[in-house]
Each structure stands twice: as C-alpha cells, then as structure tokens.
C-alpha cells in the first residue's frame, strides 16, 4: 500500500516556499570576508599604531604618571583636567594656540594661497613657474630649517631690522615684542604652498564658459569671485581649512625653534606647554592630559569642518 503525502497548499497571496541551501546561504558571507581580507594589514596597522597609542595616552591621562621621583603611578581621575584649567599657564597657551591657528592658517595661509592661485591663473608661464618654486621651496624645507631662516630674519640683527634701518624706519626686537605675531608670519610663509596647490587645481576644474558668459554680462573681477569663483570651490575651501587647520594646531617645532615659547609664555602654544609640562617637569600624565585636550580640540574643528563639507555647493 502506498502513502502519499501531499504539501501543505499556501494561502490566498502566498507563494510556497523552498528551503535555501546552506552553501547558498554562506557564499554571500564568504565573499564579504573575501572582499575585507585585502584591508586587514591596513586595519591591524591602524590599530597598532593609532587606536593603541591614543588608548594608551587615555589612560596616561587619568594618572599622575611622573618620569622620575616615582615609584608606581596611581589613578586620580579628572584632577589632572581640574588642574588644566585652573592653570592660567594652560589657558594662556590655549588663547594663543587659537591666535596662532586664526592669524596663520585661516587668515594667513588660506587667503594667501587662493589669492597666489588666483594670481597665477592669469599670470604668464614663465612667472608661474618662478612664483611657485619660491612657494614651494619654502614648503618642502624641514622644519627645523625654516625656524633657524625665520629666527635669523626676526632677531634683533636679523635681516628685516636692516631693511628698516636701510630705510630708515624704527626697528625692534621682534621676537620679543611680538613673539606669536612673528612665529605666526613664518607658519604662514612655510605652509602657504599647500593652500595655493589645493586652490590652484580646484580653479582649474572650473568651466570657462561660466567666467566668460558672467565676463560677458558685465560682472567684474570681484563679482565673479564672490558669486561664481568662491561657491564653485567652496568644498576645496573646507577641505583645506580642515587639513591646515590640523597641521597648524600640531606646530612645534618652527616656535620651538624661533622663540621656545617665549619670553614669558607669550608664544607658548599647547604643544609647547604639554612638551615642557611632559618633559621638562616630568609630569607625563599632566602634559598627556593637555595632548589629549588638544586632541579633542583638533577633532571639534574636524567635526566642524566635515558639517560643512556634507552640504552640496
């Protein structure tokens, strides 16, 4: 006798159903896994080299870590940012980080360089190609170097005091009168090059027709920038705000050079107060907090920064 077993008839709407095979079900799996094996060196380097160390210094920044005179370090919480900011040293250091990060990078090095690019869209080929080597020079040089060429310019028998008495015009101490004035001209007469490259190669993609027929209708040079030049490069705008914004936050070397942050803390940036805070007192969980404080300083203008940069032009 032969029993026949009959499926079960779907309801109204329904379509029946067959079992997925299991190999069918992992392929997709196998090829996401297929697909991310390539970027897992770069994410263990990541990891490695960046999560950890920033981990590291998180807990650093909790403890009262001293390089000597200590036997082990102990947790203490937020007192070392309770301390940050009742120290006038920090909160002078974080007013002229600002001063200098406004009058060097956004002012200087980004007015400038698109004022270069621009410059140097109209200019012949022969004072391009000088233009830009003078700019770049300055750019590729070390650090270190431009510091010592900016302190020889400065100082008080330094070359700008001799163009002005050659002039006849007062002279002075620059870098003991305005010391964050004068570290803040040599960061923008270093990283000027970078912000005319960006503004360079954005005002290359912008159509010529639209200047033309805008030429055309009778708008003038500054018309133009500022209804057509500026909002068509409004993204490369931000982009190179955000990028020499960061760079300008984590200059040590070229004020270290130039003034050491002097003379009393007139030019000491947040860098140079974590360096000497660190380093100089050995107090590594104190200076680590303020490098983590800087840390979140540069992430706010990141976060800023890519706001604007998600609006569409």
Not at 162 to 191: C, E, M
Not at 244 to 267: A, E
């Amino acid at each position: 006798m032969t029993v026949v077993t009959k499926r079960p008839t779907p309801g109204p709407g329904r379509e029946p159903t067959t079992p997925r095979p299991a190999a069918h079900r992992s392929q997709p799996r196998h090829r996401s896994l297929t697909r991310a094996l390539p970027l897992s060196p770069a994410v263990v380097l990541l990891l490695l080299f960046l999560a950890g160390p920033i981990a590291y210094c998180a807990y650093i920044a909790f403890t009262d870590l001293q390089l000597t005179g200590q036997a082990e370090d102990s947790f203490v919480g937020f007192d070392n940012f309770r301390t940050a900011f009742g120290d006038e040293a920090f909160l002078n250091a974080v007013w002229l980080t600002l001063v200098f990060t406004v009058i060097s990078a956004l002012i200087g090095q980004n007015t400038l360089g698109l004022g270069l690019a621009m410059l140097m869209q109209r200019a012949s080929k022969p004072v391009r190609t000088l233009a830009g080597a003078i700019v770049i020079t300055a750019w590729v040089l070390p650090e270190v170097v431009a510091g010592f060429l900016l302190y020889a310019f400065f100082r008080r028998e330094g070359t700008l005091n001799a163009i002005l008495d050659w002039l006849q015009l007062p002279s002075q101490n620059w870098l003991f009168t305005l010391p964050i004035l004068a570290v803040s001209f040599a960061n923008v007469w270093r990283g000027t090059a970078f912000s005319m490259l960006v503004y360079s190669a954005a005002l290359n993609e912008i159509p010529k027709e639209i200047t033309e027929a805008a030429e055309v209708d009778g708008a003038g040079g500054w018309r133009r920038m500022w209804h057509i030049t500026l909002p068509m490069i409004r993204r490369s705008i931000g982009t190179n705000l955000m990028l020499i914004t960061l760079q300008t936050l984590s200059v040590f070397g070229l004020i270290w050079v130039m003034t050491r942050g002097g003379p009393g803390g007139r030019s000491q940036t947040l860098p140079l107060f974590m360096y000497e805070e660190a380093f100089q007192k050995s107090m590594i969980g104190y200076g680590t907090a303020v490098a983590l404080l800087l840390l979140v300083v540069g992430s706010l203008f990141s976060v800023v920064y890519l706001r604007l940069l998600r609006t569409e032009v």
